[in-house]
Each structure stands twice: as structure tokens, then as C-alpha cells.
């Protein structure tokens, strides 16, 4: 008669090729989709098809591609003063998004540089639909705090030039650079004051009314834009 031991180490390495398996069917499908959206996403977004893009209006003509090695990609446009205009006319800052390789990076870096605007102060970033009132949709993805000096910076990371939103009750397409694509294209930057109180004092306006651009309680409690790429196109 043979005998057949199963030790314990045995079955645990069934176990785990069992799982290693599974796990592989499973993702096999989504995998191959992704790679899909990948590939299109690294054809629309080289600095070659960008050009093109920026000279038939597709993207705005403050849109900038700077110089980067393959396969990053790097855009920068400006921000104009709105809110604070008369009483900061010569804030300006600067939007830097950097794609990294889009077969293997999940998100874009933003870097949003800003200079003489209020100083000691908290503003609100947001990706949104119109660059001026009234804004459409919007997403809410940063902070950033002035210096004494009014001169300021945040980076985050997010996924930038495929920003959209959308109630999934009705999502709706609209189009990007890409062709169709679900929900609403959020393809636009602007920075809010994180504080209404702050926006009346700073800008000496005590009728000035709270908006939704800051998140938590109470509502309302956030000021008007402060900033905005100012334009018609997208240029993100």
C-alpha cells in the first residue's frame, strides 16, 4: 500500500496557486480595458497631437507644451485675477501639469504657482466646467495658503486630463480631446477663497455672498473666485 503524506507547507502552497489563479481570470478582462484607455490616452496626449489640438481650438491658445523626454508629457497655461482684480491686479500664477508615463501612471502632477496675491490666506483649487460664472460642474482637489509675501504654491496629484463628472442616474457625454466620452468634461481651473469672512475683509466688501467652493459645515461658507484660466477653450 502507498501512502501519501500532505503536509501542512503543501496545502499551503495549493492554496496559494489556487488563489494566484483566480486572481488571474479575474483581473484578465479589466486589465485588457485598461490598457485600451491607456492607448488612447498616450496617442491624444503627445506634445505633437497637443499642438494640433491648441492650433484647431481644441485647446486654448495660453495652453503651452514645454520640452520633456518621452514619454512625459508637460503643459503649462496661466491663471488671471477675477475676484480680486481691482484690489490685486497684478496677481497671476501658473499651472503646471506633468503626465508621466501613461502606460504605468494612474494620475497627473499639478503644480499651481501664484504670485502677489493676498497674503496669509487660503484659497480653494477646483477643476471645473466654464472657466467663469457659472462654473458648471466642478471638483473640488486642493488647497493652497498664501505667504506673507502673497506668493504661493501647492502640488497634488490627480487624474487631470481625463477630469470629469457625473451623476451615474444620468450620466449624459460630452467631448474631450479624445472624442465621446461619459459625463461632463471638467476641463478648466479656478481658485476660490476657502473663507467668506476673509474675502469680505480682504477685498473690503461686507456684501459679498458665501459659495459652495469649500467643503464641511457650515454650507455656503467659502468666497467668490479669486482666480480663473480665464478662458473659453479648454485647456486641460
Do not use: C
Not at 467631448?175 to 476673509?198: I, N
Request: glycine share 8%.
Amino acid at each position: 500500500m502507498i501512502h501519501i503524506t500532505i503536509t501542512r507547507r503543501t496545502m499551503l502552497i495549493g492554496v496559494l496557486v489556487v488563489a494566484l489563479l483566480l486572481t488571474a481570470t479575474v483581473f484578465a478582462h479589466p486589465l485588457g480595458a485598461n490598457s485600451n484607455a491607456q492607448q488612447i490616452r498616450k496617442q491624444t496626449f503627445q506634445p505633437k497631437n497637443l499642438q494640433q489640438l491648441i492650433q484647431s481650438h481644441q485647446l486654448a491658445s495660453t495652453v503651452q507644451v514645454l520640452s520633456s523626454q518621452p514619454p512625459s508629457v508637460i503643459v503649462q497655461f496661466p491663471l488671471f485675477p477675477s475676484g480680486i482684480k481691482k484690489t490685486f491686479p497684478n496677481a497671476s500664477g501658473v499651472v503646471t501639469i506633468v503626465q508621466g508615463n501613461p502606460a504605468i501612471s494612474l494620475f497627473d502632477t499639478v503644480t499651481v504657482d501664484v504670485t502677489h496675491m493676498p497674503p496669509d490666506t487660503t484659497f480653494t483649487i477646483f477643476f471645473i466646467e466654464l472657466a467663469s460664472k457659472p462654473f458648471g460642474h466642478v471638483e473640488y482637489v486642493a488647497d493652497l495658503h498664501t505667504q506673507d509675501n502673497g506668493d504661493g504654491d501647492a502640488t497634488f496629484q490627480a487624474i487631470t486630463f481625463g477630469a470629469f463628472a457625473a451623476d451615474a442616474r444620468n450620466p449624459g457625454t460630452s467631448q474631450d480631446q479624445s472624442g465621446l466620452a461619459s459625463g461632463t468634461q471638467l476641463e478648466h481651473l479656478g481658485m476660490w477663497f476657502s473663507s467668506l469672512q476673509d474675502a469680505q475683509r480682504i477685498l473690503n466688501d461686507t456684501t459679498l455672498k458665501g459659495t459652495p467652493f469649500d467643503g464641511g459645515n457650515p454650507p455656503l461658507h467659502a468666497g467668490p473666485q479669486a482666480m480663473t484660466d480665464g478662458q473659453t477653450d479648454p485647456v486641460f
